[in-house]
């Protein structure tokens, strides 16, 4: 039977009434009194040393207020990048300035070069218009390999080359692998591009920047992920502003995917600038401008390669990969291809050598960041084409060959330096195996024959570190914070509580989610609970939510905070019981005395502690709020196996997804509902990567990719039912909850599953192709079988 | 958007007076025009509505057997009241774009603008249909000019359009994914004279008819008679959805299949 | 400016509007109905769905001043009179056919329009129904199966929580 409530539970989400009302509180929602609006001019040249910036004529023009260039920022802090990678050498990455507005250089499309300030967006919008600027074009760098041959354009003059860091993974293995690969029975080799994406998360970025003189303090609101992390960035490394001078609130956000965890100049501007004409500041992306401002995802070139014994064992792994960071380094860019990428390389096998080399590279394209999985797609994607087109040149079957391979004994510490706590691949293939009914395929396969149609079937397994992430680990690897959270329990005298959590929930179900936790702990309803979250100055700190971290980091925080005020209750219960406080049990909401029949009410000592007559004040003090930071000891590691089944139209190349099934290992579960909601949403970005999705330039660095005109993005046509299950539960063993997170596996897991569908699709009707770059239109699908 | 003015007139005869302004522009449904004038793309001073018009919507026949759809006309209203006349006609206008489009985009929007991907023009040309304007009447052949361009002039409206009834027509279309436009679409039309075959989507000139298959089918209808007809791909658009030589390729199969089902 | 006087959920509004606001901007920005999204500018993603006499339209793609005299009904008129979620409202909730939200209002305008035309789509049509409709978390999934249980299908057997 379904639980009614708590830890386990499908409980129907509470923040839907007021989505589905049209009362959400979105930032675009807010407006302020006396606000202004800002418009940024933004380049339309790739690269281009920018000779004037003429703002005299339209700074007459009607309704302007102030127009800023990027001389205005050249005493200012860049924009900060939060993590530093060390070379293969032992030195640091290559790290340019990040201007707020363009200064010297245009260095991408879409860069800002000028922000106009008006009393409406159509004024600064026509002003803009009269900027007069003037750019001496120069040849842009698109390509990555092209961008670090000697003698290419420099995107930035001040460094060295476009190479910003060139690392090796783990450098002291690369002997023994390049020796296992000369043993070697068998290698196969492949060379693939994982295609670069725009999150696109529907709502579009929106900050609105606030100062009271009265009392100093700026606010900024602002669709992040992450506000104490926006705060720290830009009060500290860019504006300069105390973090007690400056609060930002993330309200109701519509949707993150990664690309807004990132501190953007837009930030930092209208808070800066609502200081400067003292005036709210306000600004709405587009979403064109979106499409040249929000930092994209992937973008790798890799070549990778397996060793393989006679006996079908992999021996080795190795993988070059160039990784594109785009004009300049976006928040946490430098960590995605490496840390988030390298160390995932093992997957779900015991490969016992890998050495992975990671280029990263600045073209004049956008910046590139963690996109919804960050660098573990990427791996997953390379690894997982690798094992099929192993399976594929040896003759064997791709289910046992994976099979035979993986890591069976847990923990394991791979040769990429994690150790998986626990898994069980065995299980959730043999999962995946039921799911999918391979015994049936041979005859749907016929039946899409008899239509003219090819049918493939393709599988995948996927390993991820989430929970991001321990914090002494990652200041070790060049992060420049810590990954903990934060949670504050605060419960009120007549018995409710508010949980302040540092995670934030943008479509994920916090505010339901975490109750359900602390509900089931106390054993009260969950809607005595209250989240409360996206407010530096409601919540004391907070690192935000990515990396599928919320419940493993910020719900462990949530428990250790709840335990401390059940530890008080319990203080206060046991006198108020005239019993030992180690008698004291707590169960649906009420202290008892063990073995008596003897308790008192949650309320009651609730009441207690705010109205403290009968008291032990001696012991402890009234009040009951807890505060607790959580820092974990390890990364979490959901795996699973998914499958893909397509059909394929030979004449128009056209794929369609006939089935996907996944199989899932989350540990444990909080709620089944929107663990489901959010596998689905990460296939749909998967299976979007895979078959339709694809940011493209041209070789001038124009962005050709830039609306929805273009940007092919998966709707509801394009998509099946899924076939989701997580029955296989391995609970992680070092966090309270035994939760894994459960946020980007869709993503991470569906992209070669459905390209591998799609080969074996093609080769069922002849074509001898050994692999497909994504996303497979049917314009490739149909040069691929014809070329 | 730059601003302008909306001016709403009720007969035709206001609309082109009021379209006799120093930069005015005609405003039908305007699910191309108000996403142009949000990219600042076009500056018009005054936009004359025409979706006011009585006399330019609805849908009826004429003497001659033809159906007679006026411009104002939406998509969703096409797709509803031609559905007996002129099913094939219903079944294009019943999947442009998506619904809410549909409820505000018309014909006559969509033949004054001639998208080299828009549906309309496929089977306006393959119909061998004419576009009444407020001056004249014009024969699809010689309306179509290019991407883009048609035949109007500086002040003329389209205010119906006439489709003759062919004996059996299909549309067939691949879409774009992104836009959801065709990436290539083809109007198959068999008249009792002989098969009309109009191609959207394929080529940088526009909207076009294929003779080739044309003649291949006014021989033969099946879609045999058509199966290994090829088309050169020079002229065709080639983009990140689609080379020109797939779009070429495409041209032929959506011939096939527009035939085959009705063949 | 012009004024312009409609019906928005069922109560009189009117306002002073430019020739080029937009149906949407009147909504959000001189009703404060804020619940009617823009989330693209090439009138594709469907947030700024709303009604006017009956159809569903793009808010983001008609000027307010082709809107006046009519009547609109935006995402904060959907609910029951005593405030209760409608049928589809609840739908939603039941089949978390929403995470975020921000794409929400247009899903369920565009779907009470679906099921005013079609009161038993099938999986099919609803999806070919939602083609102006983007929704970025969901992959569809829930919300396809919350139509189809809100037209009073039973859905019991597509998977899923």
Known sequence: MPKDGGIGASSKRREDVRFLTGNGNYTDDINMRGQAYVHFLRSDIAHGTLTSVDTSAAAAMPGVIQIFTGDDFAEIGGMPCGWQVTDKHGEAMQEPKHPVLAHGKVRHVGEPIAAVVADTLEQARDAAEAIEVEIAELPAVVNMKDAVKDGAPKVHDDLTSNLCYDWGFVEENKAAVDGAFEKAAHVTTLELVNNRLVANPMEPRVAIGDYNRSDGEHTLYTTSQNPHVIRLLMGAFVLGIPEHKLRVVSPDVGGGFGTKIFHYQEEAFCTFAAKAINRPVKWTSTRSEAFMSDAHGRDHVTKIQMALDADNNFTALRTDTYANMGAYLSTFAPSVPTWLHGTLMAGNYKTPLIYVNVKAVFTNTVPVDAYRGAGRPEATFQLERLVDKCAHELGVDPIALRRQNFITEFPYATPVAVEYDTGDYVATMDKLEEMSDIAGFEARRKESEAKGKLRGFGVNCYIEACGIAPSNLVGQLGARAGLYESATVRVNATGGLVVMTGSHSHGQGHETSFAQVVAEMIGIDENMIEIVHGDTSKVPMGMGTYGSRSIAVGGSAMVRATEKIIAKAKKIASHLLEASEGDIELKDGAFSVAGTDKSVAWGDVTLAAYVPHNYPLDDIEPGLEETAFYDPSNFTYPSGAYACEVELDPETGVVTIERFSAADDFGNIINPMIVTGQVHGGLAQGIGQALLENCAYDEDGQLLSASYMDYAMPRASDLPFYDVDHSCQTPCTHNPLGVKGCGEAGAIGSPPAVVNAVLDAMRSGGSKVEHIDMPVTPSRVWAAMNG | MYNFDVEQPTTLADAVQALSRDEAQPLSGGQTLIPTLKARLAAPSVLVSLSGIDEMKGVCSDDAGRVCIGAATTHATVAREVADLYPALAGLAARIGDPAVRNRGTIGGSVANNDPSACYPAAVLASGATVVTNKREIAADDYFQGMFETALKEGEIVTEVKFPVPEAAHYEKILQPASRFPLVAVFVAKFPDGVRVAVTGASNNGVFRWSDAEAALGGDFSAQAVADLKIDSADMISDLHGTAEYRAHLVGVMTKRAVAAIA | ?161
């Not at chain 3, 009703?31 to 569903?56: K, P, R, W, Y």
């Not at chain 3, 808010?59 to 005593?82: K, L, R, S, Y």
């Open chain 3, 1 to 161: 400016m012009t004024q312009v006087t409609m019906t928005v959920n069922g109560k009189a509004a009117s306002g002073d509007v430019e020739g080029r606001t937009l149906l949407a901007q009147f909504l959000r920005e001189d009703q404060g109905l804020t619940g009617t999204h823009i989330g693209c500018d090439t009138s594709q993603c469907g947030a700024c769905v709303v009604h006017v006499n009956g159809e569903a339209v793009k808010a983001c793609t008609m000027f307010a001043v082709e809107a006046n005299g009519a009547t609109v009904e935006t995402i904060e008129g959907q609910a029951n009179a005593d405030g209760s979620l409608n049928v589809i409202q609840q739908a939603f909730q039941d089949h978390h056919g929403l995470q975020c939200g921000f794409c929400t209002p247009g899903m369920v305008m565009s779907a009470a329009a679906l099921l005013k035309e079609n009161p038993k789509p099938s999986e099919a049509e609803v999806r070919h129904y939602l083609d102006g409709n983007i929704c970025r978390c969901t992959g569809y999934h829930n919300i396809v199966k919350a139509i189809m249980a809100a037209s009073g299908q039973d859905v019991s057997a597509i998977a899923a929580e």
